[in-house]
């Protein structure tokens, strides 16, 4: 049998999926026809609906009418396990085509920081499968703003890449030799525009490719669409989520830390700060620093010459700037964590350094950076932007609860990440509620304060119903790779199968 129940299809659990429950009101007639559905679509599938099955998806739809009220284990989600991550190729996905049979060599340059460029590579691999091409590894991005000079091999396991997709796609170091020596002219480049589907490859790339023998593609990070096949979006879990590991000095050290945590308290929550000179410049935002924060970030906003005149109090109030981390801090007390909660700040350069700091460490006193925890482990990673960022990736990524303090490109794969590797709780501050919040936290008591953050937080907690598939990245929210449990009774189905 082996039918995965997938909760983006109507078909297989459709009333079954908190997400549908969040979508439409139940109504007796509704959840009648539900189960009709149901029994008849098992009538097809083999898969019976047993009594366990129906109770919880009626406490389920109950949850929905109750949930405005219902408390929540701030710590994990009482649903996390109803889902896992899907990814398997099917028997029908055909194998890779061989190097001498393929295309042409596809050269990829990709852009931006460590993540950006993690959505380039996982789409290139994509890319490469639709147009039978061979893949070169990736060359990443010296010249962002990041500037970082390492190669692929120094941040990801290059081997372990090329034999974890060898039955997907064909991917080596480098163009051999003699096909470099037979080529009569430098490979073309070429940018493909953002979110491209599978036949502007097809009808523009693939012409060229096959000509040239070799293409490079240029700028490569949301190049590809968010809607392909299942088959192929499965490729991106794979890639993004098993292909890419990090090279072993990093995962090490990352681990290391995580350990360290581990060893002080039994969970941790990490938060993403980014309260970073250049987000705060790039978002048009005012923080209260006076004349000197205004020249400071005005400075840095000359760097890109399209930014539009933003008044910085619309902004905030269009919940477009990043919280402090004094409201991070008043955030996550007035959610339910207790002051002696284990808190790891994953952070480029603070704006305004520890003075900026200091607010949130009174808060939450057991406070770590991987600078505290790390000591010298850190400094041969010193010089390199996107290791460092590497390494708080692992830190956040085993956290029980991850803060997103933003919607950039980190925020977007690690809770993309945590959404496939079981739900694991991420917390999204609504800005714009919270925003107006903290304009009149002084006139409120603490309890009505907290009980407005946790309703402003609402839908923005990683539950598995929080999100909206179709209208989020999918890198963001990967629902063609994220299968609901149904609890099988063995029993039953073991009857089933003597019909
Ligand atoms: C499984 O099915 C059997 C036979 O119908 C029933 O007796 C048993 O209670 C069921 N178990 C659960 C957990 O639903
Ligand atoms: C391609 O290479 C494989 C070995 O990797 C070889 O068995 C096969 O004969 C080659 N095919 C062609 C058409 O050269
Ligand atoms: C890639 O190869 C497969 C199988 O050989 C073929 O069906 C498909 O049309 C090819 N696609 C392109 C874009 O060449
Ligand atoms: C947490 O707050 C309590 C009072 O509510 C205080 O007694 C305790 O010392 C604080 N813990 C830490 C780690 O600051």
């Known amino acids: 049998m082996g039918r995965k129940p997938d909760p983006a299809k109507p078909h297989s659990g459709g009333a079954a999926s908190p997400r549908a429950a969040r979508r439409t009101q139940p109504s007796p007639v509704f959840l009648g026809t539900a189960l009709f559905v149901l029994g008849f679509v098992s009538l097809f599938t083999g898969h019976i609906v047993t009594d366990a099955d129906w109770s919880r998806i009626r406490s389920r739809w109950r949850s929905k009418q109750i949930r405005n009220n219902e408390p929540i284990n701030i710590w994990k989600s009482r649903y996390s396990n109803l889902y896992y991550g899907c990814s398997r190729r ?69 081997d372990w890449f090329i034999s974890y997709l060898s039955k997907d796609v064909t991917i080596v170091k480098r163009i051999p030799y003699e096909v470099m020596m037979s080529m009569d ?101 005012y923080y209260g620093g ?41 955030m996550l007390r007035a959610l339910g964590f207790s002051n002696d909660t284990y808190l790891y700040v994953a952070s480029g350069e603070i704006y305004g ?10 808060l939450f006193p057991n406070f770590y950076t991987k600078e505290l925890l790390a000591g010298d482990d850190l400094k041969p990673f010193l010089p390199f932007s996107s290791q460092l960022a590497a390494i708080d990736f692992i830190v956040c990524d085993g956290s029980d609860v991850f803060v997103a303090n933003n919607n950039g490109n980190m925020a977007k794969v690690l809770a993309g990440r945590r959404h496939y590797l079981g739900h694991k709780r991420t917390i999204r501050p609504n800005a714009k509620k919270l925003n107006s919040l903290f304009q009149r936290r002084n006139q409120m008591g603490w309890e009505i304060f907290s009980r407005k953050v946790k309703k402003a937080q609402r839908g923005l907690m990683g539950e ?9 990245d999918f890198h963001e929210f990967p629902s063609s790779c994220i299968c609901q449990r149904i609890p099988v009774n063995r029993s039953v189905r073991a009857q089933a199968g003597n019909l």
């Not at 009808?203 to 023998?213: A, G, S, T, Y």
């Not at 598995?464 to 989020?472: A, F, I, L, V, Y």
């Open 90 to 158: 099917s028997t029908n996905f055909r194998s890779a085509v061989p190097e001498n049979r393929s295309t042409g060599y596809l050269l990829i340059a990709t852009s931006g920081g460590l993540n950006q460029q993690r959505i380039g590579i996982t789409d290139a691999v994509v890319v490469a499968r639709i147009l039978n091409a061979t893949l070169v590894v990736p060359e990443l991005d010296h010249r962002s703003f990041w500037k970082d000079d390492s190669d692929f091999s120094d941040i990801f396991d290059v």
């Open 185 to 285: 002219k430098l490979p073309w480049t070429m940018r493909a525009p953002r979110k491209s589907m599978p036949d502007f490859y097809v009808d523009e790339v693939l012409p060229i490719l096959m000509r040239r023998r070799a293409l490079q593609l240029t700028k490569f990070d949301y190049r590809l669409t968010n809607e392909l096949d299942e088959e192929l979006q499965k490729l991106r879990c794979r890639v993004n989520f098993h292909a890419l590991r990090f090279a072993n000095s990093i995962q090490t050290l990352g681990e290391k830390l995580v350990h360290k945590l581990r060893a002080m308290g039994p969970r941790y929550v990490a938060v993403h700060l980014r309260f970073e000179p250049d987000m705060l410049a790039f978002s048009g935002c």
């Open 290 to 330: 006076g004349e000197k924060e205004r020249r400071e970030l005005g400075e840095i906003r000359k760097r890109w010459d399209t930014l539009p005149e933003l008044s910085a109090e619309d902004e905030r109030n269009r919940g477009k700037c990043p919280l402090t981390p004094q409201e991070i801090g008043l």
């Open 353 to 362: 350094g520890e003075e900026t700091l200091q607010p949130l460490r009174d």
């Open 464 to 472: 598995p119903d929080d999100t909206r598939p179709g209208r989020d």
